[in-house]
């Protein structure tokens, strides 16, 4: 009887065909297409604000262990499933639909978190309306599974915008329904092993299939479903909410809904901007966010990553403190790392939302809220360069050479890294650290002998009443800084002069020298790396190179060699492959090397390869690359040469 109800229903959802989608869309100026949708500006509002705090908060929080619960307890052998196993019992019978009513979010007060936010120097807040779980957490006719009918039976859209509004913070939502109905499928299995193999989960009955949605169609297995069906229900749904709560901004994970230039995700974007132009004398003052090259017709927003450069349109950046949903095994990151990716986003016209993490009674960690209070601390001094700024003619310089693209945000910066924005005839200069000797030089402002430019008449320091001594030389703006900081994370110089204009600096990669005893130590910061995915993280009080999931990507170093001599060679790294195999080339010689498993990414081992003759004194490249066989994933703190005694 089941076999015929399944086929019954694929039966009907294949009745349902994309010439049968109705998709309104309110009057206006735009149409539900990338032509019509060239038309739009990005409001001013937006390219002023630069700073969001987002609430990636629902009922995926309640276990505490991180993103995509919803998911992958119903991934036989994942460790969200062992863990819903150990808790709650199987899935065929205590699935997601039994921890949706935990989450009561009993101590959430919007109204002081807000406060905190706006201290801190939001200028918008982002609500989670809908994660890929299928939850809702708006007030809606549609769809019986949301806050105001479960957990905490409360408007939870409406009482975050209650509470921006309060305080003049524009406010948006987040949908992650797009992917849901693919996302969710694993619901609708079974356990291959076991005493209950073959018993399917409760994502299989009838019952729940409003929240878990009917089996898809075989095939349909991408991001987005290819099901008009499905592709109706979204926009039903998402139309709703934003008809209800008319927000200002409005996230999608993922690119425009359904394809890169599908109806269904065009025509939500002509309803959001033609609506909001409605409400605001024909003036569209409405943002769209989406993970798609957006060349103007709305906000490109980047996961957990940058840009390599200034981008012309207005972009985002969306991250996270932590892990999306509260995970009890994760470290916060520090405020350094926040003001970082704020200074470099702003530089290159570029927005940050952050996500603090809240926990599943609605609370923050006292070590978020320390830093809230820190970096609230931070834009009470350096704001002016930041809220209302621009780009100049181009973002910095510095050491550190980033890569653009989502998932590269792990840098390590220092004094070196330079970055600037611009107000009308200021221009400010944030050096994302604090020098050795209290003497910075910024080479992009260098006064070439006999050029005019870079006629600067005053340097002043933001946060410092002192006179600051400067100097322009042909290498750059030396500046010598006050003993007492106004703050411990950056340095914000307010320029005023003339003709400014940039002097290119040459990106010069010194050569690692060996230490008094001979030995060298190559580490993450100072490596050349090659790829798209392979980039530096930080570990700790540590960096090392990550995200080499890649055998086609590798890293060298250059090195001063004083003398000829032969050389032990090691590598400092982690893995959890029971071995990764790699080769070490140094001068002509090639040495293999295998990381065995660690047991955890955040624990290091050295594993020693052997010796290495450098036959010549002089600049010496090391090479560090994956092996065409048994290569996994690791990550690399450092090499070590020693000289062999």
Not at 259 to 286: P, T
Not at 559 to 573: C, D, E, H, L, W
Request: hydrophobic share 35%; net charge negative; with cysteine.
């Amino acid at each position: 009887m089941k076999r015929i109800a399944l086929v019954v229903a694929l039966l009907a959802v294949r009745a349902f065909a994309a010439d049968d989608l109705k998709l309104p869309v309110a009057d206006g100026t735009f149409k539900p297409d990338m032509d019509s949708l060239k038309q739009y500006k990005c409001p001013d509002w937006f390219r002023d604000a630069k700073f969001g705090i987002w609430a990636h908060w629902g009922p995926q929080c309640v276990p505490m262990e991180g993103d995509w619960y919803a998911k992958k307890m119903y991934v036989q052998g994942d460790k969200d499933y062992k863990d819903h196993l150990e808790r709650w019992g199987h899935p065929s019978t205590n699935g997601y639909k039994d921890i949706i009513p935990m989450w009561k979010a009993e101590k959430w007060d919007p109204d002081r978190l807000m406060q905190l936010y706006k201290k801190a120097g939001a200028k918008y807040f982002v609500s989670m309306g809908t994660h890929h779980d299928n939850f809702f957490l708006w007030n809606s006719k549609l769809h019986r599974w949301n806050a105001v009918n479960m957990g905490p039976h409360r408007d939870v859209v409406g009482d975050w915008q209650k509470a921006a509004q309060k305080l003049g913070l524009k406010f948006g939502v987040s949908e992650h329904l797009g992917a849901s109905f693919t996302w969710f499928q694993p619901s609708h299995g079974s356990d291959k092993t076991g005493p209950l193999a073959g018993v399917p989960y409760d994502g299989a009955n009838p019952e729940f299939q409003d929240l878990y949605h009917f089996p898809a169609e075989p095939g349909d297995k991408g991001w987005y479903s290819t099901n008009p069906k499905w592709q109706q229900q979204w926009y039903n749904e998402i139309q709703e909410l934003v008809n209800n709560y008319h927000p200002d901004l409005l996230y999608s994970d993922g690119g425009v809904a359904f394809g890169k230039d599908h109806v269904v995700g065009m025509s939500m974007i002509a309803h959001l901007y033609n609506a909001n132009a409605a409400a605001n004398g024909g003036k569209c003052e409405a943002v769209y966010n989406c993970k798609q090259v957006s060349e103007g017709r709305w906000v490109q927003d980047l996961e957990r990553g940058i840009m390599s450069g200034i981008d012309p349109n207005p972009w985002q950046t969306d991250t996270s403190i932590g892990d999306w949903f509260y995970n009890k095994n994760w470290k916060f990151r520090p405020v350094t790392w926040v003001i970082d990716m704020l200074v470099d986003n702003v530089s290159k016209n570029g927005n940050l939302l952050l996500n603090v993490v809240q926990r599943p009674d609605g609370t923050l960690d006292p070590e978020v809220e320390q830093m809230l209070g820190d970096l609230a601390a931070w834009t009470a001094i350096h704001g002016e360069a930041i809220y209302g700024s621009r780009p100049w003619l181009v973002y910095g310089e510095g050491a550190v050479k980033t890569k653009g693209g989502s998932f590269k945000e792990d840098f390590t910066y220092s004094s070196k890294d330079i970055r600037f924005t611009t107000k009308g005839d200021t221009l400010y200069a944030t050096a994302l650290g604090w020098p050795e000797g209290n003497e910075l030089t910024i080479k992009t402002l260098a006064k070439p002998a006999g050029e005019n430019v870079n006629n600067i008449t005053a340097v002043s320091l933001l946060g410092s009443s002192a006179k600051i001594e400067w100097k322009q030389t042909a290498d750059g703006l030396v500046v010598t800084l006050p003993a007492e900081k106004p703050n411990p994370y950056t340095i914000g110089l307010k320029i005023t002069g003339t003709e400014l204009k940039n002097i290119p600096v040459p990106v010069v990669i010194e050569p690692i020298h060996p230490d008094k005893n001979g030995n060298l130590k190559l580490t993450a910061e100072d490596a050349e790396l090659h790829g798209e995915r392979i980039k530096v993280e930080q570990k700790g009080v540590h960096s090392n190179i990550g995200f080499w999931d890649n055998s086609g990507e590798w890293a060298s170093w250059k090195m001063q060699i004083p003398a000829a001599g032969t050389y032990n060679i090691s590598v400092n790294a982690s893995a959890t492959a029971d071995a990764s195999a790699f080769t070490v080339e140094v001068g002509n010689q090639k040495l293999d090397g295998k990381a065995t498993s660690t047991g955890d990414w955040e624990k290091f081992q050295n594993f020693k390869l052997g010796k290495a003759e450098i036959k010549e004194a002089g600049l010496v490249e090391l090479k560090v690359r994956p092996s065409a066989q048994g290569w996994h994933a690791i990550n690399l703190r450092d090499v070590r040469l020693d000289p062999a005694k």
